[in-house]
T-cell receptor, first 114, second 114 residues
Framework: AQKVTQAQTEISVVEKEDVTLDCVYE???????LFWYKQPPSGELVFLIR??????QNEISGRYSWNFQKSTSSFNFTITASQVVDSAVYFC???????????FGKGNQVVVIP | DTAVSQTPKYLVTQMGNDKSIKCEQN?????MYWYKQDSKKFLKIMFS???????INETVPNRFSPKSPDKAHLNLHINSLELGDSAVYFC?????????????FGPGTRLTVT
């Protein structure tokens, strides 16, 4: 069965600090996709990034960066120079062929203190 | 223009009532989903339709019945509402049922059963 673990529940940082969110996943499948979604206080779910299991290239997009390491089954997410608008719950999710079910972690609540 | 829309945004009702939540997407996607987010923010898939065909039906009480009149719409009807049905229900869509496409979520419907 597939499983996504986000161990940190709530993370508080002072504005302009960096914050890294850990995501560890379990799957026996060799072909799968990983996602990060953001849920701000307004409640909607916003897609941030998708990575497939064959693409371990890490990426930076503005203040966001992702570190995918297949060897440790981790897909971590970093916000650089955090801002108050980054306060949200961030979800890591996994889907693999033959299942088609997006399995979410429990989410990381990020609180950015001005 | 809203990509995935849901109505209503808030729904307060009494136990035993029957209610429906509507979802529409204007992205031209052919796969749609219903997710439930509980009070601890845990997200779990309930149903998925591909071109009006039910492809995922998780272990959900049969009081919940999805209906897809066309591939742009997926409605959720709930009979005999119970207190435990209180949650936020999200509709989502993706381009196809292939796992390499991200899912886009609606704004959510907060259902409160009293």
């Amino acid at each position: 069965a597939q499983k996504v673990t986000q161990a940190q529940t709530e993370i508080s940082v002072v504005e302009k600090e960096d914050v890294t969110l850990d995501c560890v996943y379990e799957t026996r499948d060799t072909t799968y996709y990983l996602f990060w979604y953001k849920q701000p206080p307004s409640g909607e779910l916003v897609f941030l990034i998708r990575r497939n299991s064959f693409d371990e290239q890490n990426e930076i997009s503005g203040r966001y960066s992702w570190n995918f390491q297949k060897s440790t089954s981790s897909f971590n997410f970093t916000i650089t120079a955090s801002q108050v608008v980054d306060s949200a719950v961030y979800f890591c999710a996994l889907i693999f062929y033959g299942n088609n079910r997006l399995a979410f972690g429990k989410g990381n609540q990020v609180v950015v203190i001005p | 223009d809203t990509a995935v829309s849901q109505t209503p945004k808030y729904l307060v009702t009494q136990m035993g009532n029957d209610k429906s939540i509507k979802c529409e997407q204007n992205l031209g996607h052919d796969t749609m989903y219903w997710y439930k987010q509980d009070s601890k923010k845990f997200l779990k898939i309930m149903f998925s339709y591909n071109n009006k065909e039910l492809i995922i039906n998780e272990t959900v009480p049969n009081r919940f019945s999805p209906k897809s009149p066309d591939k742009a719409h997926l409605n959720l009807h709930i009979n005999s509402l119970e207190l435990g049905d209180s949650a936020v229900y999200f509709c989502a869509s993706s381009q196809t049922r292939d796992i390499n496409y991200e899912q886009y979520f609606g704004p959510g419907t907060r259902l409160t059963v009293t």
